[in-house]
């Protein structure tokens, strides 16, 4: 046994000191981990900033799009009309005569189905 813990010992400083460099290097990997993970905080809160502000400029955009969609309704339905118009009499383009009844923009713009641009 004495044998034994003869060749043991020396073998424990060696032992000891690559322990100590394990311990060292694991320490630094905790500590870089830390400041990744303060990273990733710091980026996850700067990309919901962004998305929120990306989000409500598209909102916005979006209501702006549905004004211009309904206009272009409006606009179109009308234009269907002049269209009609023009090709039974074009001579309304110099001589003008009485003004066609309209579908009223609010009735173009509730409907979910094309309109005749003409009341009947």
Do not use: C, W, Y
Not at 26 to 36: E, G, H, T
Not at 43 to 51: M, Q, R, V
Not at 55 to 78: A, F
């Amino acid at each position: 046994m004495q044998g034994d813990l003869g060749e043991f010992m020396p073998k424990l400083g060696p032992l000891a000191d690559s322990l100590k460099v394990d311990v060292d290097n694991l320490q630094n990997v905790i500590k870089n981990l830390d400041s990744a993970s303060k990273g990733a905080g710091q980026l996850f809160g700067t990309a919901n900033t962004f998305i929120g502000t990306t989000d409500k400029s598209l909102q916005e955009q979006m209501k702006e799009l549905h004004v211009i969609l309904l206009n272009l309704k409006v606009v179109t339905t009308h234009a269907k009309a002049l269209i009609d118009s023009l090709a039974e009499k074009p001579n309304r383009v110099i001589f003008s005569g009485k003004a066609p009844n309209l579908t009223p923009e609010e009735e173009i713009i509730k409907s979910t189905k094309p309109l005749p641009a003409k009341k009947p």
